[in-house]
């Protein structure tokens, strides 16, 4: 019996590892969990395996009799979703932000930007001061303001300061006598204010480019460093793809190389600025898709910001009855921009915010398109469109490029802007939405924190994180919460053409996903507000 007992026993050994053997080695699993695949189907399931950076199988727990690896990861029932995609911010632009510039963001009056660049002098003396965030209309007083006290404090050195939307700045006399500002400058697609006979050193969208070219360039270490530190942010919010719209040659390839390098893992999707040196370079190379890079497009600027009343409108500014804001360019200059673009096989990706600046955008897509088409040209931010020409993102192929907290952060001010009438049809991303059935959603980042889940949320609740207004604003323009997801997840990946390798979780796809612990697709407002990003993977391994 003993004899027995001891083969039986071999036998089931020999069995286990016999079967042990027959599994398939992979690199990681994920097991416990719920996952959104966000595929076709908005398939759910609880495993996940990756190997060389890639998901080889994802489906319930029977994966497990099939695969073996010796990193496995108890999800714990938390939820995974396809990394977090942001279809419009500027990375490099955010890492210089915070790496450079002293934060303006919150400041409730002017006083108060002037006592933040004090202290910041005081910690990083310079012969250049800069900050960024400034908003007036967070102010008591909502005027622009006026920089006589900034050249009481600051007589001998510069002091340029970025409002938060990137189309106004306010610098002191010192900055402005480098690029000769005068009360008398007239500069075509931007303002220069002046009152009493003097400029308050307030620039308007290409007066104020014209300040920040002036602005000593950062050297390539300080942009490593910068781009570096934007990274670490970004995982700790579960993003794995970043936008960046609008760079210059030497930044694109600045950050292939420290992809290349390993030191930045982030994905980029990264638009190109619109001049000679990158079209030589871009245009003649055509869109390319890297592993962790895409540069397949152009960025225009059709007008400003509707906050600095620099977007420009089809009827006055309800507040300022002369003013119909900004148009950086003449028509025939984004005729012959986007028929370059379209010679070389890139996407038009153009900032058009007002009613008028999104008219004159749409038509000369439509003129070069001529019908529709799979070259997902986009519009970035289209805030207000004017609901007769919702059509031309449908007949054109157009997509819609949407920044949700813009909605939930201008909500407080648009209507003084627009008028009781024209903010019924503004932020209107669910009109935007059914035109193609898609929408690409991001942060505008540094113009709003790089938050993924703030994106979410102001797309789905539309309040801001005291819950207000009660009712949302515009509700009926709200996503729904697969919506929203697919914004931040495929639909981005889409607006790029990198959707057969990421933004959802499927076999064959690279394994970008972030685990959180909230359900985004069922929490309730608090509960969303209150998420918190577990653990963040690019291409399987495990970055935050």
């Known amino acids: 019996m003993k004899n027995i007992s001891l083969i039986l026993l071999l036998s089931v050994l020999l069995t286990g590892s016999c079967m042990q053997s027959q599994k398939i080695n992979s690199d990681l699993i994920i097991k416990n969990a719920t996952i959104y695949t966000v595929d076709n189907e908005f398939n759910d399931a609880t495993t996940m395996v990756i190997k060389d950076g890639e998901i080889i199988a994802v489906g319930g727990d029977d994966i497990l009799k099939k695969y073996i690896s010796e990193n496995v990861v108890d999800a714990k029932g938390n939820f995974i979703y396809p990394g977090f995609n942001d279809g419009h911010s500027h990375f490099l632009g955010y890492g210089i932000s915070i790496s450079k510039y002293a934060n303006l963001i919150g400041t409730n009056s002017f006083e108060d930007v002037v006592s933040k660049i004090e202290e910041h002098d005081k910690e990083f003396p310079s012969n ?52 000769g500002i005068t009360k008398d400058t007239k500069i075509d697609g931007g303002e220069v204010i002046v009152k009493n006979n003097r400029p308050t050193g307030v620039l308007i969208d290409n007066a104020a480019d014209l300040m920040k070219n002036a602005i000593p360039k950062f050297s390539k270490e300080e942009k490593s460093m910068a781009l570096i530190k934007a990274q670490e942010n970004c995982f700790a919010m579960g993003l794995t793809t970043v936008t960046d719209a609008g ?27 619109p001049n000679e040196e990158n079209f030589e370079y871009f245009y003649k190379l055509g869109p390319q898709h890297y592993d962790r890079l895409t540069v397949t497009s152009v960025k225009l600027y059709s007008d400003g910001a509707l906050g600095s009343r620099g977007a420009l409108l089809l009827e006055p500014y309800s507040d300022d009855p002369d003013n119909y804001g900004l148009q950086m360019h003449p028509n025939t200059y984004f005729k012959n921009m986007c028929k370059r673009a379209y010679d070389a096989n890139f996407q038009v990706n153009t900032h058009a915010i007002g009613d008028s600046g999104n008219r004159i955008m749409l038509k000369t897509y439509a003129e070069v398109l001529k019908e529709k088409n799979d070259r997902r040209w986009r519009v970035e931010h289209a805030q207000v469109v004017n609901p007769s020409d919702l059509k031309y993102f449908k007949n054109y192929s157009i997509i819609p490029s949407v920044q949700a907290t813009h909605c939930t952060s201008d909500m407080y001010w648009a209507d003084e802007r627009l008028g009781k009438e024209r903010i019924k049809t503004a932020y209107a991303y669910k009109d935007l939405l059914m035109q193609n059935g898609w929408v690409v959603n991001g942060t505008d980042a540094p113009v709003e924190g790089y938050s993924p889940l703030k994106t979410f949320y102001a797309a789905v609740v539309r309040k801001d994180a005291k819950l207000w207004p009660e009712d949302g604003f515009q509700k009926e323009n709200a996503l729904s919460p697969e919506e929203a997801l697919k914004s931040i997840t495929i639909w981005p990946a889409k607006g790029s053409f990198d959707e057969q390798t990421k933004g959802s979780l499927e076999v064959g796809k690279k394994a970008d996903f972030v685990i959180l612990d909230r359900n985004l697709l069922n929490s309730n407002e608090k509960e969303l507000m209150d998420t918190e990003v577990v653990a963040t993977y690019v291409n399987g391994e495990k970055v935050y």
């Open 247 to 273: 760079l210059n040659k030497e930044d694109i390839l600045l950050i292939k190389d420290l992809q290349d390098e390993g030191k930045l893992k982030i994905k980029v999707y990264a638009m190109i600025n």
């Open 128 to 179: 250049w001061q800069l900050g960024r965030g400034w908003d007036q209309n967070d102010w008591e007083n909502k005027d622009f303001p006026d920089n006589r006290i900034l050249n009481e404090k600051f007589p001998d050195k510069a002091v340029v300061l970025t409002r938060v939307d990137g189309h106004a700045v306010i610098a002191n006399d010192f900055a402005l006598n480098i690029i």
